[in-house]
Structure formats: C-alpha cells, structure tokens
Nanobody, 117 residues
Framework: QVQLVESGGGLVQAGGSLRLSCAAS????????MGWYRQAPGKERELVAA??????YYADSVKGQFTISVDIAKTTLYLEMNNLKPEDTAMYYC????????????WGQGTQVTVSS
C-alpha cells in the first residue's frame, strides 16, 4: 500500500524558511511526476512545484523562492521554501502521478504552513 507522509510545516514569520518533506512508502510503479500542491482557505488547490524526469516546474508565484528536489534513495520529496510571505499560508500536499494517468494518483495528508506578518 502506497503512503505519502508530509512533514516540516509549521508557523514561521515572514521572511523565514521551511523545508517540507514527503516520505513515500510502498512501491509506486511508473512514476511520471511528483509535486507539491497547496490550498489556502477559500481558494482552489494549486500546483506550486513539480519534478518530472529531471525537469522542474514552478508556479510563477513561487519562482526563485521555492525549490523542489527528490532523494531517490530515501524515496523522499522535498520543498525548500525561502523568504516566506503571508500569502504562502496554506495546507501543502505532496502528490505522485504515474505514467498514463491524467492526474495525481497518490496524495499525502497535508502539512500546514502558516506565515505570520
């Protein structure tokens, strides 16, 4: 059974940094992409960063601020977040999409990031 478990969220002051981790357990075949989404209260969930076959994608709102990376040996996905702003406050989820799938197949339970001004 596949499980994605996020950690690393918390309360931080504006300008601070956090590193989110997403540890995967179980066997996932044919991974096509891994990514981080976020959802703020009253807003739709948005993809903020993804990594696929060595290429990375960032939403315009986080370019130069967030860095996504993966440690294959540890089967862990990371999101380094710097210079955090109050508008980065959201629940952050990691997700994995497999080849041929039109959307993410596996989701974590989320980790809350709160940035105070």
């Amino acid at each position: 059974q596949v499980q994605l478990v996020e950690s690393g969220g918390g309360l931080v002051q504006a300008g601070g940094s956090l590193r989110l981790s997403c540890a995967a357990s179980g066997i996932i075949f044919n991974i096509d992409a891994m990514g981080w989404y976020r959802q703020a209260p009253g807003k739709e969930r948005e993809l903020v960063a993804a990594i696929t076959h060595g290429n990375t994608y960032y939403a315009d709102s986080v370019k130069g601020q967030f860095t996504i990376s993966v440690d294959i040996a540890k089967t862990t996905l990371y999101l380094e977040m710097n210079n955090l702003k109050p508008e980065d406050t959201a629940m952050y989820y990691c997700a994995v999409k497999t080849r041929g799938s039109g959307s993410a197949d596996y989701w974590g339970q989320g980790t809350q990031v709160t940035v105070s001004s």
